[in-house]
T-cell receptor, first 116, second 112 residues
Framework: EPEVTQTPSHQVTQMGQEVILRCVPI?????FYWYRQILGQKVEFLVS????????KSEIFDDQFSVERPDGSNFTLKIRSTKLEDSAMYFC??????????????FGDGTRLSIL | DAKTTQPNSMESNEEEPVHLPCNHS???????IHWYRQLPSQGPEYVIH???SNVNNRMASLAIAEDRKSSTLILHRATLRDAAVYYC?????????????FGKGTKLTVNP
């Protein structure tokens, strides 16, 4: 069964450094998402992306965050200047486009980001 | 997004059925009921969804009350691999939002 893959599985970065989290969505999917989960807390929506532009973003997704689909297969989340509070699991998800959003989102197993 | 209410935790024995309840008294006519689960150290995983009628797939069954104000996810024979946090989420297919809004879910413990 096709799946969403995320790399790296664990990223350790110094505070203030830039980090790029990478995702390869399922190949025929057209909607892409990033979520995050701080340890012990709920899964939180960050951003959705369709047709090469952001379609929705949360309050968490401020100017320090950006997303890109640099080629036909990758979907990336960049954090420009990381803060301690950015430490979390980051999940990428994708959805096939078939009409309005009733189809499930398929998640990767996440990247654990640790900011020192 | 319409709110859902789930018990914080439930416990089951292996090979027994499990009924996970969800209340969504403010559900609108265009809200689909989705269930996801999150196994330890993994991303959320889609389980099942429905609108009005009961639904079955290879993972589970979804029973939806006639007034749609509650639903129950049914695992017919729990296995140790079913130990996870289960999330009941409403998705408005008429609205413009793509996001899934996760609550705290129900943590299911399966005893051997």
């Amino acid at each position: 069964e096709p799946e969403v893959t995320q790399t790296p599985s664990h990223q350790v970065t110094q505070m203030g450094q830039e980090v790029i989290l990478r995702c390869v969505p399922i190949s025929n999917h057209l909607y892409f998402y990033w979520y995050r989960q701080i340890l012990g807390q709920k899964v939180e929506f960050l951003v959705s992306f369709y047709n090469n532009e952001i379609s929705e973003k949360s309050e968490i997704f401020d100017d320090q965050f950006s997303v890109e689909r640099p080629d036909g297969s990758n979907f990336t989340l960049k954090i420009r200047s990381t803060k301690l509070e950015d430490s979390a699991m980051y999940f990428c998800a994708s959805r096939e486009y078939r009409g309005r959003g009733n189809q499930p989102q398929h998640f990767g197993d996440g990247t654990r980001l640790s900011i020192l | 997004d319409a709110k859902t209410t789930q018990p914080n935790s439930m416990e089951s024995n292996e090979e027994e059925p499990v009924h996970l309840p969800c209340n969504h008294s403010t559900i609108s006519g265009t809200d689909y009921i989705h269930w996801y689960r999150q196994l330890p150290s993994q991303g959320p995983e889609y389980v099942i969804h429905g609108l009005t009628s009961n639904v079955n797939n290879r993972m589970a069954s979804l029973a939806i009350a006639e007034d749609r104000k509650s639903s129950t996810l049914i695992l017919h024979r729990a296995t140790l691999r079913d130990a996870a946090v289960y999330y009941c989420i409403l998705r408005d297919v008429q609205g413009g939002s793509e996001k899934l809004v996760f609550g705290k879910g129900t943590k299911l413990t399966v005893n051997p």
